[in-house]
């Protein structure tokens, strides 16, 4: 039933429908028509899908997505099933959080640069990490040679976290760190570090990544087995909900997925059915579902097919409210609001002709946007050759300044409901994903699914097919595959990292080691692999393992000797 007959009498209300399906019986009749006509004239020589592979239909009518359902599958803004949005006015108060992406060399150089973003109008940092630190290896760790600071900052300790933050209120700016693996001893640093400025943790504002589960299938950024990996995660969503309310422990991404080669549809499967298992796994622990769940984010891609993405995120809100309220028994509204950090798709950056990267940038800004995401981070168009310098980061930050305050697209809520289009993709990447986690629930679960390599099979065989559509030129990359440019490509100043970040992160290190006192290292490194073994919460006794000014790869050495190291099995 329609909005408008929910107050008509019954007689009034048995001829409208009868009038609504004479009017459907002859718009079949005319849109058969007209597929005639439209059959009988020449098309474009190209295949009209998505990026994904799905069939774009030529028109879209009410017969894709009938009138009467819009109180079950859109509703209003802030409203279940959140279809239109988490918040009631959403960008009428307040903007999405622009962030970027930012971490290189040491912490001094990154400090340096996060305070050069928020002097130029940035209103949240996302921390960028090094492989090393990714991996919980310390910048003078053996495998470490050659790659300190190269793909983002370098961390070690909690002297660098209090570095990388000098000056920085840490209860005024909400922070973003990427980091998986070893996620929960760079939010040990991140609360020690806060200590230190006088900030209690209940006034922290941010997200640590913390998914581990899409490493396994993406990433491949991991340590420990699945099982204790995810008893980690549960401990921080216990931790936190007790002691850091405004902080969120985990943001399920799906960014990663989909720059491994997934289609839209896996990743919106994907990356929920992760999302469910967290909330499983929470539930398991005795934890009330009401008391982490407000607390979960998410991190979707935003890739090139405009519509695709703005329907992704629309069906993302509606599946993940019904499934908290309806599956897992949450109550408080705030449990079912799903609310996203998003990043343009990196995979879609190209070295040929760098400064298109740009125009590849706004429109999917504009896709994020346009699907009611609460955070956005713009690509810079030189990050395809390295890490991106001063100029080209704050041309991403312009691209969103722009998008916000010139454009007038944030001025009303979901403006693209209502699209046939739209509406009828929405539905579609719905029941795409509710048929897949079918597959997996026929699979035993995610964590099967990992070890029997479902997810990364799957994975793989979508990007191949990617590829084939490019080197085939099925789809056109502009300045890859199509309008090149003969001879010399105009080169752009890129940002170079030497080998001097590793050095002076070695030195640190070196003075770290002599000024600290080894007693109390040894003593809260033996409580934490004691609270280990024992099952414990091992977050406590980790703080105190930074207090002491333990390293990274001492503290994931302390835990690795009592859950072990994941190896993935082979599936190729």
Request: proline share 5%.
């Amino acid at each position: 039933m329609s909005i408008a007959e929910r107050d008509v009498p019954m007689p009034d209300l048995a001829r409208r429908v009868r009038e609504q399906e004479r009017e459907l019986a002859e718009l079949r009749e005319r849109l058969a028509e007209w597929q005639e006509r439209f059959a009988a004239t020449p098309h474009r020589e190209t295949a009209f899908t998505t990026v994904s592979g799905a069939p774009v239909e030529p028109l879209y009518t009410p017969l894709d997505h009938p009138e009467e359902h819009y109180a079950e599958k859109l509703g209003f803004p802030g409203e279940f099933p959140f279809t239109r949005g988490p918040y009631t006015t959403m960008y009428r108060t307040r903007l999405w959080t622009m962030r970027q992406f930012a971490g290189f060399g040491t912490a001094e150089e990154t400090n340096r640069r996060y305070h050069y973003l928020l002097d130029h109008g940035q209103t949240g940092l996302s921390v960028a990490f090094d492989f090393p630190t990714l991996m919980g290896y310390d910048s003078d760790h053996p495998r470490s040679e050659g790659e300190v600071g190269k793909c983002g900052v370098a961390i070690s300790s909690l002297a660098d976290m209090e570095t990388l933050f000098d000056g920085i209120p840490l209860d005024q700016v909400s922070v973003s760190m990427t980091i998986n693996g070893p996620a929960i001893m760079l939010f040990c640093f991140y609360v020690v570090a806060a200590e230190k400025q006088g900030v209690s943790a209940d006034k922290l504002r941010g997200t640590v990544q913390n998914d581990i589960l899409k490493e396994y299938m993406a990433q491949h950024a991991w340590i420990y087995p699945p099982e204790p990996a995810l008893k980690l995660i549960v401990d921080m969503f216990e931790w936190a909900s007790q002691n850091a309310p405004k902080y969120n422990p985990i943001s399920i991404s799906g960014y990663h997925i989909r720059e491994a080669g997934a289609t839209a549809a896996q990743e919106l499967a994907y990356t929920l059915r992760n999302g469910f298992e967290y909330v499983e796994r929470g539930i398991a622990r005795g934890l009330d579902v009401d008391d982490f769940a407000p607390r979960l984010s998410f991190f979707f891609d935003v890739h090139n097919d405009f519509f695709e993405e703005v329907a992704k995120f629309r069906a993302a809100r509606r599946i993940w409210a019904r499934r908290l309220r309806d599956v897992y028994g949450a109550t408080n509204p705030e449990s079912w609001r799903l609310r996203t950090h998003a990043q343009t798709a990196g995979v879609t950056l190209v070295a040929q002709q760098p400064e298109n990267n740009i125009v590849r940038v706004a429109y999917q800004a504009m896709a994020a946007v346009l699907g009611g995401t609460q955070s956005l981070h713009t690509n810079s168009m030189d990050e395809t050759l390295a890490l991106p310098t001063e100029k080209s980061v704050r041309i991403a930050l312009r691209t969103q300044q722009v998008l916000a305050y010139e454009t007038g697209v944030p001025n009303t809520i979901d403006p693209l409901a209502g699209s046939y289009f739209v509406e009828s993709m929405t539905d579609r990447l719905e029941a795409d994903a509710e048929r897949i986690f079918a597959e997996i629930e026929d699979l035993g679960g995610v964590v099967p699914g990992i070890e029997n390599g479902y997810f990364q099979q799957n994975i793989a065989r979508s990007a191949e097919q990617q590829q084939q559509e490019i080197e085939e030129g099925e789809r056109l990359i502009v300045g890859v595959n199509a309008f090149t440019v003969d001879g010399q490509e105009p080169e752009i100043d890129i940002l170079r990292i030497g080998e001097e970040a590793a050095e002076r992160q070695k030195e640190r290190l070196d003075q770290l080691r002599r000024d600290r006192d080894d007693a109390r290292v040894d003593e809260t490194l033996d409580t934490l692999r004691r609270t280990a073994r024992e099952g414990g919460n091992v977050v406590e006794p980790m703080l105190d393992c930074v207090r002491a000014y333990c390293t990274l790869f001492e503290i994931r050495h302390a835990l690795e000797e009592v859950y072990g190291s994941f190896k993935e099995p082979i599936f190729f």
